[in-house]
């Protein structure tokens, strides 16, 4: 007969880990949503997700542009169910005052490398924290609650980090954690699309901003185990093309360091990522060789 705690984390018990993109460049007043209301959408399908099952787990890493942190950890966090002052519930206001803390030291760090001009958060930063938040609760023991990664992002994909998620994005399929994403951009994310649909994910871009708690609490609040007998919506199509790491576009055809994996849409001599030399030289040589051979038939 199985125990009580082993069928509770065996059914419904959720451990969801929420990436929260808190890039500036990304959050201004030509976005069509501001920060401000993002967040209050997240906080509440935070808290829904905590009411759902007394037993759910949730962690909160903020993913700004020069670093990434943990912000909220609810089975850290003793005194979730007071208030300090009466109004705030206390994972409100521990959240909220990690996060400005974060963003503050996330801005300092910007300034002193100001010469870098990345406007794309650090997606695989924040992943590879998940994972390894994740590990550690896999080896606390047999019994613990279903992971999940949620991916709140809203910047641009970069280029540069295509080697960096697509290792994060594989190692989550080796270890069966599903990575589930809501991208409130613009335009589809490519890296987001395929890490939903390697890991076996749920990726929705809201058609409507305003009604974000929605789309989050109807899709990506449903755990691992009512996901089998429930109908999710579906992309219409993945784009599974690579950006190059010379011009930072996407191309369908390009060359590929056999060293570090580096992707380029042009041939170059020298990898940038790694210095490995390519083998150019050697069909030179090859060719010039035919040609001393042809040579005495003229």
Same mark, same amino acid.
């Given at each position: 007969?199985t125990?009580?705690?082993?069928k509770?984390?065996?059914?419904?018990v959720s451990?969801?880990? =929420?990436?929260?993109?808190?890039n500036p460049?990304?959050w201004?007043?030509?976005?069509?949503?501001s920060?401000?209301?993002?967040?209050s959408h997240?906080?509440?399908?935070v808290?829904?997700?905590?009411?759902?099952? @007394?037993l759910? @787990?949730v =962690? =909160?890493?903020?993913?700004?542009y020069?670093?990434?942190?943990y912000?909220y950890?609810?089975s850290?966090?003793a005194?979730?169910l007071?208030?300090e002052?009466g109004?705030?519930?206390s994972?409100?206001?521990n959240?909220l005052? +990690?996060l *400005?803390e974060f963003?503050i +030291?996330d801005e300092?760090?910007?300034? *002193?490398q100001?010469?870098r001009?990345?406007?794309?958060?650090?997606?695989?930063g924040?992943?590879?924290m998940?994972?390894?938040?994740i @590990?550690?609760?896999?080896?606390?023991?047999?019994?613990h609650?279903?992971?999940r990664?949620?991916?709140l992002?809203?910047?641009?994909?970069?280029p *540069? @980090?295509?080697?960096?998620?697509m290792?994060?994005?594989f190692?989550?399929q080796?270890?069966?954690?599903?990575i589930d994403?809501c991208?409130?951009g613009?335009?589809?994310?490519?890296f987001?699309?395929q890490?939903?649909y390697?890991t076996?994910?749920?990726y929705?871009?809201?058609?409507?901003?305003?009604?974000?708690?929605?789309?989050?609490t109807t =899709?990506?609040?449903t755990d691992l185990?009512?996901?089998s007998?429930?109908?999710?919506?579906?992309?219409?199509?993945?784009?599974?093309?690579?950006?190059?790491?010379?011009?930072k /576009? /996407?191309?369908d055809?390009?060359?590929?360091c056999?060293v570090c994996l580096?992707?380029?849409c042009?041939?170059?001599?020298?990898?940038?990522?790694?210095?490995?030399?390519?083998?150019q030289?050697?069909?030179d040589?090859?060719?010039?060789?035919?040609l +001393?051979r +042809?040579a005495p *038939?003229?």
């Open positions: 007969m125990s009580v705690p082993s509770l984390y065996s059914d419904d451990l969801v880990v =929420v990436l929260l993109d808190t460049f990304f201004t007043p030509p976005s069509s949503l920060f401000c209301q993002f967040l997240v906080l509440a399908f808290n829904s997700i905590l009411l759902l099952n @007394q759910n @787990q =962690v =909160v890493i903020a993913s700004g020069n670093t990434c942190d912000i950890d609810s850290s966090d005194s979730q007071g208030s002052d109004r705030m519930p994972l409100y206001s959240l005052q +990690k *400005e963003m +030291k300092k760090l910007g300034k *002193e100001s010469q001009a990345i406007k794309s958060s650090l997606l695989s924040s992943l590879s998940a994972l390894c938040y @590990q550690r609760v896999f080896r606390s023991g047999p019994l609650p279903q992971p990664i949620l991916c992002q809203g910047s641009p994909d970069g *540069e @980090q295509y080697v960096a998620v290792n994060a994005i190692s989550a080796r270890s069966m954690v599903p994403s991208y409130v613009a335009h589809n994310s490519a987001l699309q890490a939903s390697i076996g994910g749920v929705v871009k809201p058609q409507h901003l305003d009604g974000l708690f929605q789309y989050l =899709v990506f609040a185990h009512s996901r007998f429930i109908q999710l919506p579906r992309p219409a199509g993945v784009d599974f093309r690579a950006s190059c790491f010379c011009h /576009t /996407t191309i055809m390009g060359y590929i056999s580096s992707i380029f042009n041939h170059h001599k020298k990898c940038s990522t790694c210095g490995s030399v390519f083998g030289a050697q069909s040589t090859s060719s010039t060789s035919d +001393k +042809k *038939e003229t």
